[in-house]
């Protein structure tokens, strides 16, 4: 399995951006799908996730801001992030439960600055 992230890129601060990330490979079932971020120095931190029975979760500095979503083919996630923030600045990962095993995209660099 492999997942494949897109959509990063320089913003301004309040711009929107969407990220993307699909997965392809032999899947029989996806148990959830997240968005983390990361900057130097700091650990990986969850931004959103959808669980398995479809709850979904925010951290609390991203809430109305950021949406969620999976794809009509669920094997793609998106993550529309509106009202950028300089703090939002990081290199942004998907990550899936895929046939119950973890698996990481490579990583979507955002920068927010004027």
């Known amino acids: 399995v492999q997942l494949q992230a897109s959509g990063g890129g320089l913003v301004q601060p309040g711009g929107s951006l969407r990220l993307s990330c699909a997965a392809s490979?032999?899947?029989?079932?996806?148990?959830?799908v997240d968005w983390y971020r990361q900057t130097p120095g700091k650990e990986r931190e969850l931004v959103a996730s959808?669980?398995?029975?479809?709850?979904?979760t925010y951290v609390d500095s991203v809430k109305g801001r950021f949406t969620i979503s999976r794809g009509n083919a669920k094997n793609t996630v998106y993550l529309q992030m509106n009202t950028l923030k300089p703090e939002d600045t990081a290199v942004y990962y998907c990550?899936?439960?895929?046939?119950?095993?973890?698996?990481w995209g490579q990583g979507t660099l955002v920068t927010v600055s004027s």
């Open positions: 990550h899936f439960t895929v046939n119950g095993i973890r698996y």
């Open positions: 490979g032999t899947i029989f079932s996806i148990n959830g």
């Open positions: 959808i669980k398995s029975d479809g709850r979904i």
